[in-house]
């Protein structure tokens, strides 16, 4: 899962309108380089908003550069121009917000409304007025991110210290013959990098707090939420009725996973009917694709470990290379060899993920994109090897970032990561101001439609898997293999801003910040930790999202909208068939419908942009349901009389791990589950 290339300062978002707020115009506002006061007086809201795109466009640049720095060489110095680049850049925010009041009550074109109300909500981070808090909030914020990037797990032995990064530790959890042991102390491990952030964070969300409410808004959480095109409040009503939709086919693969992790775990396949954290093969619990070994249906009914085909592409790649070179190469130019074989497997990848998109009609990558992006992870320096995509100019100088790996994940996160590339390309031509998702969760659905579209039969047709078999089997295996990646990922997509809006509006406080994640964790997930984690540790802070100050709802709601995308194309495509079985690939009028909706930006209503995709103007888990329905009644069928459910306050720092487990029957067949029904005490 991924975000926009600025994720301290410029993640803009959409709205129609604005909480009031009246000021006294401050010495922020003094005319800009070239203006004098009486011309800035003169300046019409139309002048305004051209002059803005104008500054926006000319600093951009230099902002991304920064951030590009601190990401991909972790130093002190790197992190100090970051920050720097960060305060410029929400000193000049401040700026255009305060001369943009001048404007308030006036009459004005719809597209410079819009505008001015964009302007207002151009940072996830919103800063305070004072320089000094300015100043400190941005050395946190490029601290923290700089802390996660280099974090590692480390284990002194003697005279000799071993230490193990998040890549290193994610192939454990991730690894079917690992113990039950080692990804307990892998999954652990990770989580002691964010315990020194806690101070941190507390001093963050003050300073973010103080900036919303100088710009009119209660607090942090309410500027975000206030992105969607309708008032903030709506928000929480609209993701409490998509997962509405969704929980009943979540609960049911929760009981099918704790049914296959008690067998293969006896006594600890879960936490009083909770999953436990360290088991589910990721080190969030949001993708249960590398449990596959034990989840999978049916063992016989077709092959479709893509990971296992990559890897074989990237030895055989290695081995050509090596056998071009003299048998007796040194060690060094032996490990050379095996980076640059990295390097061509990754970029092989990065490759094909193109080929689906120019199938569509869309432009060839640029040049410059091959030239600068960062596929694997350098030899020499810590970077932020989270994957994420990149505009650094407006104009189309696009990268992605990763370290990517012969692996199914990056092959499916390359395709996704390559969807923001495409939506920043297709906007470009629109003002600075406009170039954004319809909403964030648009951003973030692009890639994941195409996901969709990547069908076994897809992946047959380009070396990854085998012929597919035919019949029920392969077909509940297909949907298997799809639900542990996209129904897995709904309740972790929505909780984590439940619990940041939380720790925003003071419901949830420093004193419980670990409690409440897990127990939110519980309530949304089903999922525990298997031994106490009290207030000693940070485990928000393990998830790159949390210190790298990124939205998460934008998931939640891309992985709802990213079906009503595949069935539009798939219409548009003139597809007629089973939903789960459609593939747009090569298809230009699905491509034609796709590019024109990307070209929007942001520049008007989501929901107009939604209606002229998909003809409707809501977002609706509808198609979620249709994809998943012959999954959905295999899975009542194998849970049938099983004990499903969980009891969610069992889970946490207070839990007793010892304590008795509380089983409830299970419903009926079709029944809707009951468990984790009561609302958050936070909005969203």
Known sequence: MTLRHAVLAVAVVATLSLPACKREPTQDTAAPGGMSQADLDKETADEFIARVNAEFREMYPELTASQWLASTYITDDSQLLSAKGNERWLTQ??????????????????????????????????????????????????????????????????DSKSCRELGELSEVLADPNASYEEQLDAWQGWHTISVPMRKDYTSFV??????????????????????????????????????????????QLHCYARTK???????????????????????????????WPIL??????????????????????????????NALIDTDRRVEIARQAQLDSAKAMTE??????????????????????QFIKPRDRDVVCHASAWDMNLAGDVRTKMCIKPNEEDFFTIYH???????????????????????????????????????????HSIGLVGAQEQGNDALINSQMRMALAKVAFLPFGLMIDRWRWGVFD?????????????????????????????????????????????????????????????????DAAG????????????????????????????????????????????????????YFSPLQEWLKQQNEGKTCGWQAAAAGSKRNPSAPAAPRTAPPPGTPSTAARKSAPVAI
């Open 93 to 158: 925010l401040n700026q255009w917000i305060e001369q943009a009041r001048r404007f308030e009550g006036q009459e004005m074109s719809p597209e410079t409304a819009r505008a001015i109300m964009l302007l207002k909500l151009g940072t996830s981070m919103p800063p305070p007025r004072d320089p000094a808090k300015l100043a400190e909030l941005t050395r946190i914020a490029t601290k923290m991110e700089g802390m996660y990037g280099s974090g590692a797990y480390c284990k002194v032995k003697g």
């Open 206 to 251: 003050s300073l973010v707090n103080e900036g919303a409410r100088d710009l009119g808004f209660a607090d942090a959480g309410e500027i975000w939420r206030a992105g969607y095109d309708m008032p903030p409040a709506e928000i929480a009503a609209e993701t409490d009725r998509l997962w509405g939709q969704v929980k009943p086919l979540y609960e």
């Open 261 to 291: 992790l008690d067998a293969k775990y006896p006594g600890k396949g879960s936490v009083n009917g909770l999953l436990p954290a360290h088991l589910m093969g990721n080190m969030w619990q949001q993708d249960w694709g590398n449990l």
């Open 296 to 325: 999978q249906p049916y063992p016989n009914a077709g092959d479709l470990d893509v990971g296992s085909a990559l890897e074989r592409q990237y030895q055989a790649g290695l081995n050509d290379l090596m056998v071009r070179e």
């Open 352 to 373: 094909r993920a193109q080929d689906f998109y120019t199938s569509l009609g869309m432009p060839k990558l640029p040049d410059s994109y091959w030239e600068k992006t």
């Open 417 to 459: 990561e390559l969807g923001h590339v495409y939506y920043y390309l297709a906007y470009n031509k629109l003002p600075p101001l406009f170039q954004g998702g319809a909403h964030d969760g648009f951003h973030e659905a692009i890639g994941d439609t195409v996901e969709l579209a990547m069908t076994p039969d897809y992946l």
């Open 506 to 570: 003071g419901s949830i406080t420093a004193a419980n910040y670990n409690q409440a994640w897990w127990d939110l964790k519980a309530k949304y997930q089903g999922v525990a930790p298997v031994t106490p984690r009290g207030e000693d540790f940070f485990d928000a802070g393990a998830k790159y999202h949390v210190p790298g100050n990124t939205p998460y709802t934008r998931y939640f709601l891309s992985h709802v909208l990213q079906f009503q995308f595949y069935k539009a194309l798939c």
């Open 575 to 626: 597809y007629n068939g089973p939903l789960y079985q459609c593939s747009f690939y090569g298809n230009k009028a699905a491509g034609d419908k796709f590019w024109a909706m990307l070209s929007k930006g942001n520049s008007q209503p989501w929901q107009k942009t939604m209606k002229e995709l998909t003809g409707g103007e809501k977002m609706d888990a509808s198609a979620v349901l249709e």
